[in-house]
């Protein structure tokens, strides 16, 4: 009988796992931010747009009422576009024109996913400007992978917390920016 070797796995037994296996990925790192006021929450959003560029995907998530819009309406206001932001619960889209176009989306009445795709999402992900997608989380599919995750909850009658996820290097650099890393 051969001497056994120190470490050596009785038969049958499997060894650590290689490599190449998959194991799941950690979900990225959050910066949080406290909003005290609809006012606050507005000027975040202003304050991420400096950071932003075309091709960049926001996914806002969060409650009716969290302060999805405000934010959004921050951003637009912060990417200097021509006309104010007005919610786009009804007309599911609203464009608008700055140094490059802000798609601001909102799929709180969508019933499926796929509706998110008949209404020519990929259109709006083709790079050419900064799509925000208010109720993100009904879509989840349909995201792109490296895009900008900014789920709001509110903490009271007015504070809300914000917490900011990049998925992805762009959204990454975006989000140092952001933090001032």
């Known amino acids: 009988m051969p001497p056994s070797r120190r470490g050596a796995l009785p038969p049958g037994a499997k060894g650590p ?4 296996s998959q194991a799941p990925c950690a979900p990225p790192a959050a910066h949080v931010i406290e909003s005290r006021s609809a ?11 400096g950071a932003l560029g075309p091709g960049l995907v926001v996914a806002l ?12 309406k921050g951003i637009v206001a912060g990417l200097s576009a021509t006309q104010e932001a007005t919610s786009p619960s ?22 499926r996913e796929e509706d998110a795709e008949s209404l020519g999402l990929r259109d709006y992900l083709d790079g050419h400007g900064v799509v925000l997608v208010e109720w993100a989380d009904r879509i989840p ?17 007015e504070t809300r917390t914000l917490t900011f996820r990049g998925f992805g290097p762009r959204a990454e650099r ?5 933090a001032g890393d």
Request: net charge negative; hydrophobic share 45%; charged share 20%.
């Open 17 to 20: 796992p290689s490599q190449d």
């Open 39 to 49: 006012a606050e929450t507005w000027a975040l959003g202003e304050r991420l747009a």
């Open 61 to 72: 998530v969060g409650a009716l009422g969290t302060g999805k819009t405000v934010f959004a």
């Open 90 to 111: 009804f007309s599911l889209v609203n464009v608008y024109e700055a140094a490059f176009p802000v798609y601001h989306l909102d799929f709180y009445r969508l019933a």
């Open 141 to 157: 599919g349909s995201l792109p992978e490296d895009r900008l995750e900014v789920t709001l909850a509110r903490t009271g009658d």
């Open 174 to 178: 975006t989000l140092s920016l952001l």
